[in-house]
């Protein structure tokens, strides 16, 4: 783990009580969790990697086994969505080269990073589901390697603006499903709000269906932004770009980041090593997805 900074430091205590000791210590009760849990036969556990989970659920070491164990599970189970996570994704590449995805540099004054979408950049014709969620977990995985977004969190901010019905039928219910309960059981990154801004009313009404498969976690942290003004309520404007308001020069961004991209020559971002007893895995959650489903479709 690198040094960190006296801001991150006195964050990480604020919000996990984290201290060297007790890092240390969870560090290696995780690790003994991890050697004698018969759901899992192979895994990393580097410390940067299990830190993820631990700061992820304030060092509550029966969560962030839950969570661990979910994040394992649905690696597996959805090798679509997060298996073979690469720079060398020509379709990945692709859309961080056309300006799908970026994070954007400066992060604000509660150590929170912004990860920025524009979704007229992806072309619901030639991208699926899977390369779009593949582009947003290469980008989230290498943001975790750093220390301070562990600590400080994201804000995903989207601009929908050219939104189509064809970006939305990218994706099945059953799969938004699938995702909402990946993000809100598996994922190891403190997601503290979902911004989108110029969504058109067809997508809106949409979104009022999908809330009902959502669940509570990340609907409380859905925001409908109105427009610019709304935005800077939320996000301090020299933050943003300057089309949005703000300071930042958007294009340079976009380069800076697809130079890093280019330059780290076919890297993985995968979970390596990776082995579970599937068996041992409560499938419960397949079945509450048929669960909600047929319920949606009854309301």
Same mark, same amino acid.
């Given at each position: ?42 895994? !990393?556990?580097?410390?940067?990697? @299990? @830190? $993820?989970?631990? #700061?992820? $659920? ?7 086994? /839950? ?5 394992? %599970?649905?690696?597996?189970?959805? *090798? ?15 859309? &961080?080269?056309?300006?799908? &995805?970026?994070?954007? !540099? ?7 990073? +912004?990860? %920025?979408?524009?979704?007229? #950049? ?25 220390? /301070? ?5 994201? +804000? %995903? ?18 799969? %938004? ?10 994922? *190891? ?6 911004? =989108?801004?110029?969504? *058109? ?14 669940? !509570? ?19 301090? *404007? ?9 300071? @930042?020069?958007?294009?340079? &961004?976009? /380069?800076?980041?697809?130079?890093? &991209? ?20 409560? $499938?419960?959650?397949?079945?509450? +997805?048929?669960?909600?489903? =047929? ?5």
């Amino acid at each position: 783990m690198s040094e960190l900074s006296e801001k991150y430091e006195k964050l990480a205590y604020e919000n996990f009580g984290e201290t060297s000791e007790k890092r240390e210590n969870s560090l290696k009760e995780f690790r003994d969790w991890i050697s004698v849990n018969k759901k899992i036969i192979a895994c !990393p556990t580097d410390e940067s990697f @299990l @830190l $993820r989970f631990l #700061r992820a $659920r304030k060092f509550n070491i029966k969560e962030a086994g /839950e969570l661990f164990e979910n994040y394992l %599970f649905y690696n597996t189970a959805y *090798p679509q969505w997060f298996q073979n996570i690469s720079t060398s994704d020509a379709a990945v590449a692709e859309l &961080i080269d056309n300006g799908f &995805i970026v994070p954007l !540099p400066k992060r604000d004054k509660a150590g929170r990073t +912004i990860i %920025f979408y524009r979704t007229e #950049r992806l072309d619901p014709e030639r991208f699926s589901s899977a390369d779009m969620t593949k582009a947003q977990e290469l980008v989230c995985r290498r943001l975790l390697k750093n220390d /301070e977004v562990q600590i400080g969190g994201a +804000i %995903f901010l989207w601009d929908d603006i050219n939104l189509l019905q064809d970006h939305i039928t990218m994706w099945t219910l059953v799969d %938004f499903k699938k995702f909402f309960d990946y993000t809100s059981k598996g994922a *190891p990154i403190q997601l503290v709000a979902i911004y =989108r801004m110029n969504l *058109p009313g067809f997508a809106r009404s949409f979104y009022e269906v999908v809330g009902k498969v959502m669940g !509570p976690m990340l609907k409380d942290k859905m925001k409908i932004i109105t427009d610019n003004a709304h935005l800077h309520t939320l996000i301090e *404007p020299n933050l943003l770009p300057t089309e949005y308001g703000g300071e @930042l020069d958007l294009k340079q &961004i976009e /380069e800076d980041f697809k130079a890093e &991209i280019r330059g780290e020559n076919h890297k993985k971002y995968d979970v390596d090593p990776l082995k579970i007893n599937d068996d041992l895995f409560d $499938r419960e959650a397949l079945m509450s +997805i048929r669960h909600n489903i =047929r319920k949606l479709e009854v309301d």
